[in-house]
């Protein structure tokens, strides 16, 4: 591990896709990770599965200049990361059903995705396909840990560690998928970003789709506690990753 700082939830994403645009951005750790880890540069053709609005298939094609495409099966969220950008591909589909050419991307990676994903060996296994011999390919995700120790989340609204603690697959788990699928040279590293909370305004949004499987109860008793803070000072949190590796083998 390198430190650089299952069930299926009733949530509609074409109807939170607004919340989503305005309130998620990119994870600082997690795109100098995809950049320095998977070696990619302007000739690369790269795939973000579960793009969303599309702020790391975009970061990445601005900062490397790279072929760049994104996959999402939100019809709302893929029209507003087209209205962000001409100069990635985005469309519609599913992760287990990556409708590319067998060996044509350099990196295939997804950022806060695989707990959505119902067959993760078939999306594995499809992403294997689609990467060329030596190709990357990166899973960026929550371990146990990372879920215990969210700040503000596992603080404020405590229900939903054990909530995401059943939808996330273990980091052993996914490197069992991935060493069954082909993809070797399987690392980890952990990636932070340190800081503050000024306004709440994401959290009265559910931006975080664990605070929609909470009881309403519980969401805004956690919700006073941090309008009850937040009037002392900014509240102080760590956003975490873990990014979990594999290089496609040749076959």
């Not at 119902?118 to 396909?129: L, T």
């Not at 069992?176 to 340190?194: A, D, Q, S």
């Not at 008793?221 to 102080?236: C, Q, S, T, V």
Request: glycine residues 8%.
């Amino acid at each position: 591990m390198v430190l650089i700082g299952l069930h299926h939830e009733m949530i509609n994403y074409d109807e939170v896709g607004s919340e989503y645009a305005r309130n998620r951005r990119v994870h600082p750790g997690v795109l100098f990770d995809l950049v320095l880890t998977s070696g990619i540069d302007s000739a690369s053709k790269v795939l973000e599965v579960g793009c969303g609005t599309g702020n790391y298939i975009i970061a990445l094609k601005s900062l490397l200049h790279c072929s760049s495409w994104g996959i999402d099966p939100s019809k709302e969220t893929l029209a507003k990361a087209r209205e962000r950008t001409k100069k990635v591909k985005f469309q519609l589909g599913r992760a287990e059903e990556l409708d590319f050419p067998r060996g044509f991307f350099d990196l295939v990676f997804s950022v806060d995705v695989i707990q959505y994903v119902g067959d993760r060996r078939s999306y594995f296994e499809v992403a294997r396909k689609v990467l060329r011999p030596g190709g990357t390919f990166c899973t960026a995700t929550e371990s146990d840990w990372i879920i215990r120790h969210r700040q503000p989340l596992a603080v404020y609204f405590p229900e939903t560690v054990k909530i995401d603690l059943a939808r996330h697959p273990s980091i052993p788990e996914l490197r069992e998928i991935m060493g069954k699928v082909g993809l070797g040279e399987i690392k980890e590293n952990v990636v932070e970003f340190p800081y503050q909370i000024t306004d709440i305004q994401p959290y009265r949004d559910k931006a975080f789709s664990s605070l929609k499987l909470i009881g309403e109860g519980a969401f805004q008793k956690g919700l006073k506690r941090m309008e009850r803070d937040l009037r002392a000072g900014p509240i102080n949190c760590f956003s975490r990753y873990a990014l979990l590796w594999g290089m496609a083998r040749k076959r």
